[in-house]
Nanobody, 116 residues
């Protein structure tokens, strides 16, 4: 079982930056891919970015060129650097991990609010 704890959310003005962190514990050695998702009230959760064990990354079109996902394997931590933030980036951001057994784990979520 993998436990995930996010941090780094907050309130920022449009054009600003935030960095989210997600620390994994438990069976972190079995993680195959980690990622970030976001959700706004009334909408389904959407994928933002993923990073795979080999270092490959995927991004949603809406964040390409602005967000960067990275991973520190020694610390079992994944980061999401968010630059040039827009009001439409406002959401609760969730960390996600999928292990080699395809078990999915979620963090508790962290609020990101971008004011115009």
């Amino acid at each position: 079982q993998v436990q995930l704890v996010e941090s780094g959310g907050g309130l920022v003005q449009a054009g600003g930056s935030l960095r989210l962190s997600c620390a994994a514990s438990g069976s972190a050695f079995s993680i195959n891919v980690m990622g970030w998702y976001r959700q706004v009230p009334g909408k389904s959760r959407e994928s933002v970015a993923q990073i795979f064990t080999g270092g490959n990354t995927n991004y949603a079109d809406s964040v390409k060129g602005r967000f960067t996902i990275s991973r520190d394997k020694a610390k079992n931590t994944v980061y999401l650097q968010m630059n040039s933030l827009k009001p439409e980036d406002t959401a609760v951001y969730y960390c996600n991990a999928v292990d080699i057994y395809r078990i999915v784990s979620w963090g508790q979520g962290t609020q990101v609010t971008v004011s115009s």
